[in-house]
């Protein structure tokens, strides 16, 4: 089982709605990613969760909050968000350790800040 | 500074023949290198990787090949078949360390 899951899969929030993005995976990864993605680009890394403690923060907002509350489990944690945070958020998971290099990737949340 | 490059937006082949999609980096250090493929609204698929020790591997239709003198990468699918029509993006690692994407390139496989 390869399959990592994402909800919602479309949202459409205010900007000073509080809302929240769920990732699962059932692979046994013990890293978790979130990335966002504007249209025609590459992802970009956001967050990195290591053995549930946040390893990697790439500078972003803090409107931006991210959340694992176990090994199987990613939340992300939206409030006051932009209309320029519109983007596919994507959620991915792989093993840690050296020569773990594949991340495996959800089908993202569709996110439109009115 | 772009890490990791794919200079060619986009590229259209006829079905049946083969797709070349190319990838160049700048850091030496990358150790791993792999290469995804997207279909609008879902997220990336893993296709196939190559670490820095093996200069091909191959996976079916799909070769991926380093040339690490050069910096290069390059993903062959033979045959190419129109369902191969997606955004494909390398990516490359450092010592199992976060993924760097390069910007991606729309194959399109004309029937």
């Known amino acids: 089982d390869t399959e990592v899951t994402q909800t919602p899969k479309h949202l459409v929030m205010g900007m000073t709605n509080k809302k929240s993005l769920k990732c699962e995976q059932h692979m046994g990864h013990r890293a978790m990613y979130w990335y966002k993605q504007k249209a025609k680009k590459p992802p970009e890394l956001m967050f990195v969760y290591s053995y549930e403690k946040l390893s990697i923060n790439e500078s972003v907002p803090s409107r931006f909050s991210p959340e694992c509350p176990n090994s199987s489990l990613l939340n992300l944690h939206l409030h006051a968000l932009q209309p320029e945070d519109s983007a596919l958020y994507l959620c991915?998971?792989?093993?840690?350790?050296?020569?773990?290099?594949?991340?495996?990737f959800g089908p993202g949340t569709r996110l439109t800040v009115t | 500074d772009q890490q990791v490059k794919q200079n060619s937006p986009s590229l259209s082949v006829q079905e049946g023949r083969i797709s070349i999609l190319n990838c160049d980096y700048t850091?030496?250090?990358?150790?791993?290198f792999l290469w995804y493929k997207k279909y609008p609204a879902e997220g990336p698929t893993f296709l196939i990787s190559i670490s820095s020790i093996k200069d091909k591997n191959e996976d079916g239709r799909f070769t991926v090949f380093l040339n690490k003198s050069a910096k290069h990468l390059s993903l062959h699918i033979v045959p190419s078949q129109p369902g191969d029509s997606a955004v494909y993006f390398c990516a490359v690692s450092r010592a199992a360390r976060q993924l760097t994407f390069g910007s991606g390139t729309q194959l399109t496989v004309l029937p």
């Open positions: 850091n030496s250090m990358f150790d791993y």
């Open positions: 991915a998971s792989s093993h840690l350790g050296m020569g773990a290099h594949e991340q495996y």
